[in-house]
C-alpha cells in the first residue's frame, strides 16, 4: 500500500461501555446531580459536563478547573418538532480513543487521536416523567474531550416521524465561563458576517461584551492566560455556524439560512458539524491543535499519490496591479507567449505549477458578479491551451487551471464536468476556483444563495469530489470556510477566505493590509486549515502615479512561506522581478509539506515566531514575523536536532542589530534601516554554523521579518 495514503494505526485503545442513565463522575470538582454525566479528556485537561434540567438539554467546559464555558443551551427546532426541550436521557454510551495516523501532506506529518466521548441519546417525553417506551421523538449528542478541547454534534437518527426534515434553529449557545470574566475581561479576535466580502475583512480586536452582531468563526477570544478558539468541524451538508453575541459573555449559534428561511434541510439519520472550542493557555497552542482534523472522517479518496503540494507562479499579480488584463486589449496577461516565458520561469527555478487567469472565454468589460458569460471549456483566440500545456510538460511543470465563476454557480455545475475533463486530458493538475460576487450567489432558476449557506456547502463540497474524479487538486477563492475536510478529500488543498495580498494591489480603496493583518490571521482564519495568502513580493510597483508595496519589509515577505501554512504556496510578484535578488534563493528553497511544526513565540496582532522541519529532509525552516512595531525576539534553537550542525541562512531586516552577547556591533543608520514604510526591500542575508543548545536573538524593523534555513552540515 502507498505510504502517502496508508492512515494507519500506530496504537489503539478503544473501549466501549455503556451504561444508563449516566456514568458517574470521575472528578469532584463540581458535585454533578445524579443526571450529569461527565466526559474527562485522556489526560484531566478538559472536563466537559451534560446535564437535562427540567427538560432543557445544557452543557459546561472547564479547562484544569476554570470554567471556560459556563452551562449553556444546547438543542434544535425543527418545522414538525423542537429538540430543545421536554428531553430525558435514555442512555450514554462511552468510548475512549488512543490512535495515530498519517497526513499525506500537512503541518505535520503524524497525527494523535485521543479523546474520551460519550454520545447521550435523548427521548422527548409528552409528559414529565414519561418512561422511555413513551418517548415522542429522539435526538443524539455526542462529545468528545480532548486534551486541547471540547467538540460535541447532534445527530438525528432514523425515526418515523423524521423522513425529511427542516431545521429552523439551532439552540446551542457559547456562554463563555469565569475564567473570561475576570478583571482584564475577555476580547475577541473577529469579522462580521452577512457582509458584501464575505470573508474577506481585517480583524477587529474588541472586548466580547461589545460586539452587536454575528461573527464569523473560527472566533478566538481570549483572556489573561487563556485564547479559546470556537469553531466548526467536518461542514459537509449543513448551514454554516456564525455566531450571535447577546452583548455580555454568551454568542448564540446562527445558521446562515436558505432563501425560505430554513436553515438546515435533510434526510434522517443525519448529524451536524463538530461544533469545537479549542482551548490553550498560549494563543500558539491553538495552531497545532489537530482536533479539527480528527473530528473529520479519515481519507475516502484511497491512493492520492497524485495530490502533491508545491509552490506556484502565475498569471496574476500583473492582473491586480493593473500592468495586465484578464479581458480582451493590448495588455491581456493571458496569452500563449506570456504563459510560456512563466513556464520557463517556474521550471528553472523548481516550482511546480503555472496559474494562468483569464485564460478562458467570457472576461469581456466587467466580470465581477457577472458569471454567465464564462466559458470554462473554451479558450480565447489568443491563448492555445493545447499547445502551452504541451510546453509546461515539456518543461517538468503543470498548469494551474481558474476557474473564476463570479457567482453564477449554477452555470459553472452545468459546466464543471466537460471542464475538468479537459483539465485532466492537458495534464492540468490544480484548479483555482473563483465566485466574485458580493453577498450572495445564483443558481440557473435565478435563485439566489449566501456563500455560506447549506446550498453553497453541498455545492464547494460537490466540486471537490467531482474535481477528485479527474484527479484535480482544488485551490478554492470566495470559498466557504475550511472544517478541516481535507482529512477525508486531501485534493481539497487550500483556499483564500481571508483579505489576501490582493488587498496590497492598490485597488482597494480602504487601502491595503497594515502590518499587523498577517499577525493576527496565524491565530484566527488559519485555525481553520490552509490558506492561500500569495506572498512573495520583491518589488514596489506603479500605479496611479503612486509606488506602492506590502506593509511589510521583504524579510517578512520571505518569513510569511513558513508562519502561512499552505501546501500550495503562490511566489506572487512577477518573473522579472526576482532576478538578481539573493532573497529570492529562500524561496526557491522553501518547502511546502512538514514533517513538524512548532509556534515558538506568539501574541495575537503583534508577534509570532513558527519552526517547521521539512518533511523531504532533515533540515528546519523558521519565520519570525511583527506588526508595525520593531522587536526583538529570543529563539533558543532547542528544536534542533541535538548534537548536529545546522548551517543557518539568515534573511533579516537591517536593524543596527546586535551579536549573542547583546553588543550592537554595527549601527545602521536611520536610513540604511529597514522599515515597512521608509526602506521596505533593505535586507541582510548572513550565515552561520549554529546548534541546539544555541540562542538567536531575532531583531524584527517595524513591520519586518526574519526568514532562517537550516541545514544539517554535513561532516
Ligand atoms: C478573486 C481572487 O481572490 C483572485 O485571486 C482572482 O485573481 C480574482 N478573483 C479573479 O478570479
Not at 4 to 15: D, P, T
Not at 319 to 338: I, M, Q, S, V, Y
Not at 675 to 698: G, S, W
Amino acid at each position: 500500500m502507498d505510504q502517502r495514503i496508508k492512515e494507519f494505526v500506530i496504537a489503539a485503545i478503544l473501549i466501549t461501555a455503556s451504561c444508563s442513565p449516566a456514568a458517574p463522575p470521575t472528578r469532584s470538582q463540581a458535585r454533578p446531580s445524579r443526571d450529569d454525566v461527565q466526559i474527562i479528556s485522556p489526560d484531566g485537561t478538559i472536563e466537559i459536563s451534560f446535564t437535562v434540567d427540567k427538560g432543557v438539554p445544557y452543557y459546561l467546559v472547564r479547562r484544569r478547573g476554570r470554567e471556560v464555558v459556563g452551562r449553556s443551551r444546547l438543542g434544535l427546532r425543527f418545522r414538525s418538532a423542537n429538540f430543545d426541550r421536554d428531553l430525558a436521557i435514555e442512555h450514554v454510551q462511552r468510548r475512549r480513543q488512543n490512535t495515530t495516523w498519517e497526513q499525506p501532506w500537512g503541518e505535520t506529518r503524524f497525527v494523535r487521536d485521543h479523546y474520551a466521548e460519550a454520545t447521550i441519546l435523548l427521548g422527548q417525553s409528552i409528559a414529565r416523567n414519561d418512561p422511555p417506551s413513551a418517548h415522542s421523538g429522539r435526538l443524539k449528542l455526542i462529545f468528545r474531550a480532548y486534551n486541547d478541547g471540547a467538540a460535541f454534534r447532534y445527530v438525528l437518527p432514523e425515526q418515523p416521524q423524521f423522513g425529511d426534515f427542516q431545521i429552523t434553529d439551532e439552540r446551542t449557545e457559547f456562554r463563555l465561563g469565569s475564567a473570561f470574566q475576570s478583571a482584564g475581561g475577555a476580547h475577541a479576535w473577529w469579522i462580521p458576517a452577512y457582509q458584501p466580502r464575505r470573508y474577506e475583512y481585517l480583524y477587529t480586536k474588541s472586548p466580547l461584551s461589545s460586539l452587536d452582531k454575528p461573527v464569523h468563526t473560527p472566533l478566538t477570544v481570549e483572556a489573561p492566560g487563556l485564547a479559546i478558539s470556537i469553531h466548526e468541524a467536518a461542514l459537509t451538508d449543513y448551514a454554516s455556524m456564525t455566531l450571535k453575541p447577546d452583548g455580555q459573555h454568551a454568542l448564540e449559534a446562527d445558521l446562515v439560512p436558505w432563501a425560505d428561511g430554513v436553515r438546515v434541510k435533510g434526510k434522517a439519520p443525519h448529524s451536524s458539524p463538530w461544533r469545537t472550542i479549542h482551548i490553550a493557555e498560549r494563543p500558539g497552542d491553538l495552531i497545532t491543535s489537530t482536533m479539527l482534523l480528527n473530528l473529520n472522517e479519515p481519507n475516502r479518496l484511497g491512493d492520492v499519490s497524485w495530490v502533491q503540494p508545491g509552490k506556484y507562479v502565475g498569471i496574476w499579480w500583473s492582473l491586480h496591479t493593473d500592468k495586465e488584463t484578464w479581458g480582451p486589449g493590448p495588455k491581456r496577461g493571458a496569452t500563449t507567449k506570456n504563459a510560456k516565458r512563466y513556464i520557463d520561469f517556474a521550471s528553472k527555478h523548481g516550482f511546480s505549477g503555472v496559474l494562468v487567469e483569464g485564460w478562458n472565454v467570457g472576461w469581456e468589460g466587467e466580470w465581477f458578479g457577472a458569471g454567465e458569460r464564462f466559458r470554462f471549456a473554451e479558450a480565447h483566440p489568443g491563448f492555445d491551451l493545447e499547445q502551452v500545456a504541451r510546453y509546461a510538460k515539456k518543461r517538468g511543470v503543470h498548469l494551474i487551471g481558474h476557474h473564476e465563476n463570479a457567482g453564477s454557480v449554477g452555470r459553472y455545475e452545468q459546466q464543471m464536468n466537460g471542464a475538468f475533463a479537459l483539465y485532466e486530458k492537458h495534464g492540468v493538475r490544480v484548479v483555482k476556483t473563483g465566485y466574485a460576487i458580493e453577498l450572495k450567489t445564483r443558481w440557473t432558476d435565478g435563485s439566489e444563495h449566501w456563500h455560506h449557506g447549506q446550498f453553497m456547502v453541498r455545492h464547494y463540497r460537490r466540486v471537490v469530489e467531482e474535481a477528485a474524479k479527474h484527479k484535480l487538486m482544488v485551490n478554492v477563492h470566495e470559498p466557504i470556510k475550511d472544517t478541516g475536510i481535507r482529512r477525508t478529500f486531501p485534493n481539497m488543498m487550500t483556499r483564500e477566505g481571508m483579505r489576501g495580498m490582493e488587498y496590497n494591489a492598490g485597488w482597494n480603496e480602504e487601502g491595503g493590509n497594515p502590518p499587523d493583518h498577517v499577525t493576527i490571521l496565524p491565530f484566527t482564519r488559519m485555525l481553520a486549515g490552509p490558506l492561500d495568502f500569495t506572498p512573495g513580493i520583491f518589488k514596489p510597483y506603479r500605479r496611479n502615479g503612486k509606488t506602492l508595496y506590502p506593509a511589510s519589509t521583504l524579510a517578512k515577505q520571505l518569513a510569511l512561506y513558513v508562519v502561512l501554512y499552505s501546501p500550495l504556496h503562490m511566489v506572487a510578484d512577477l518573473p522579472e522581478h526576482y532576478q538578481g535578488q539573493p532573497a529570492f534563493r529562500f524561496i526557491r528553497e522553501v518547502p511546502v509539506d512538514w514533517h513538524e511544526t512548532r509556534v515558538l513565540d506568539g501574541e495575537i496582532g503583534a508577534t509570532i515566531t513558527v519552526a517547521r522541519k521539512d518533511r523531504n529532509s532533515p533540515d528546519w525552516y523558521l519565520g519570525s514575523i511583527t506588526n508595525a512595531e520593531a522587536r526583538e525576539v529570543s529563539v533558543p534553537l532547542s528544536f534542533l536536532d541535538s548534537g548536529a550542525t545546522y548551517r543557518a541562512t539568515i534573511y533579516r531586516d537591517k536593524t543596527g542589530y546586535r551579536d549573542k552577547t547583546g553588543h550592537r556591533v554595527k549601527a545602521a543608520t536611520q536610513d540604511e534601516n529597514s522599515h515597512f514604510e521608509r526602506n521596505p526591500t533593505a535586507i541582510e542575508i548572513t550565515e552561520k554554523n549554529v546548534a541546539a543548545n544555541d540562542t538567536l536573538q531575532l531583531a524584527l524593523a517595524p513591520g519586518g521579518g526574519q526568514a532562517i534555513r537550516f541545514a544539517l552540515a554535513t561532516e
